[in-house]
């Protein structure tokens, strides 16, 4: 072999070389991002453990010192009495209770019977569906013995009932034909408790429907933010691992996560999503996710907990751990200008809705814009 066919096998072996070398590098540089193990804290040193037992030099003590240590209250002295135990406060339960119908959102119906009704008849009378259409319908009766408003339950009696709808949800203002069938539910109700219902007019309630629909669909605020990755794309698991430490969990669907309020069983402060199938898919780790979608759902969270203060600090760690860049929904990238008026007009729609008595958050405003 000449010197010149072993310099050009050389040359094309490093040629070669390079193109195996690069293809290597761009699939790894351009393979999803994944989860990094998580960092534990060192194990204690061997040497330095020790397994419980009894110490052959430990300290005796003898017969009187045991007699005077301070062995604590004498038991007999500190019994408590039962029924001063069933007397203490209970401290009041951390979940939001839902209030009762509201003739705020709601239309109202009368129900009076003969005699009292025990609850288990009117369990037994209960339509089997709580919707009259697309609108929540409930009924509620006056107890008895606490005298406040509730849904009927066993072994209790109640001096009369109520029926209602909600005016307007996202699905729209209560119509005609739903103001019938809640009509319809609530006197086959009233008819097996036996009571005489008084509905209110059918035309001025449907009108008032469109009234709080047309105000809720001018007051219904839902932001949410596209993070794009700046050249990798992200993994689940690299998104799981991220947001974790920015305090947001699992949600009920894949492809969604969830940043808890402080309160336990309200909606969630804010939510992260991503594409199902990816979330999915029999190798998780391969599926290339190019964005993810940051959103607050204004109405459901109260003002108290400074949502949008939130969602941007959330944004600016997200992107700058995860390489990535703050789009609008369409894609294009947000300056930072861009979030001053947002805030400004979220706290005017914050004030109209307070004025209306439907703070974000409240229970009448989560009903409403659901």
Known sequence: MSTLQLSLAIIGG?????????????????????????????????????????????????????????????????????????????????????????????????????VIVSGDAALAAMPPTRRAGSKPFA????????????????????????????????????????FSEFVMKAQAFADAVNAAPDFPDMLQEVARARELDQFASDHDAQLAFMLRARQAAWSPGYIHQNAARM??????????????????????????????????????????IRDVTLSLDVSQVHR??????????????????????????????????AMEPIAADLELLYDQLDGRELSAGSVLARRLFS
């Open 14 to 114: 490093l040629v070669l070389a390079l193109i195996v070398a690069y293809n290597a590098w761009t699939s790894h540089r351009n393979a999803p991002r994944r989860a990094s193990p998580e960092e534990h804290e060192p194990l204690a040193d061997p040497a330095l453990r020790q397994e419980p037992g009894f110490d052959a030099g430990a300290h005796q003590f003898t017969a009187e010192q045991l007699a005077s240590l301070d062995r604590g209250p004498d038991p007999s002295v500190h019994t408590v009495d039962v029924r001063d135990a069933l007397q203490m406060p209970v401290p009041p339960m951390s979940l939001e209770r839902r209030p009762g119908l509201d003739p705020l959102i709601d239309v109202i119906a009368t129900l009076q019977p003969e």
């Open 139 to 178: 009924i509620e009766g006056y107890n008895e013995a606490t005298q406040q408003w509730e849904t009927p339950s066993p072994g209790q009696r109640y001096q009369s009932f109520q029926a209602g709808v909600q005016l307007a949800n996202r699905m729209g203002a209560l119509n005609e034909i739903e």
């Open 304 to 337: 108290g907990e400074r949502p949008f203060m939130r969602l941007r600090e959330v944004a600016t760690a997200l992107c700058e751990a995860m390489d990535g860049v703050l789009c609008d929904q369409n894609g294009h990238p947000l300056p930072a200008m």
């Open 247 to 288: 305090g947001f969990v699992s949600g009920a669907m894949p492809g969604r996560l969830v940043l808890p309020t402080g309160n336990p069983g309200l909606p969630p402060l804010l939510t992260l999503g991503y594409d199902t199938q990816a979330a999915l898919a029999d190798d998780p780790d391969q599926s290339a």
